[in-house]
């Protein structure tokens, strides 16, 4: 009887404990809103942050020949 009992309350340990399932899951939301903010931030501030690339790019130039392409 008590065989019976500590294998069954083994059992039900490592179902408890098996918890891998779960962290995948909340790791794919993670980085899924992640992603999703990436993009929002992209569409949202994507003229503002050409241009500073565009400034910035003229700044190191200065008066050289070569110009900044947008390639």
């Known amino acids: ?12 340990r490592t179902d408890r404990d098996d918890e891998r399932g779960a962290s995948a899951v909340e790791y794919g939301l993670l980085i899924a809103g992640i992603a999703a903010l990436i993009v929002v931030v ?27 392409t947008t390639d």
Not at 1 to 12: C, Q, R, V
Not at 42 to 66: E, L, R, Y
Request: proline share 0%.
């Open 1 to 12: 009887m008590i065989t019976y009992l500590s294998i069954l309350l083994n059992a039900l």
């Open 42 to 68: 992209v569409f949202a501030f994507g003229d503002n942050i050409q241009d500073i690339f565009t400034s910035t790019c003229d700044s190191v130039n200065g008066t050289a020949a070569a110009g900044c």
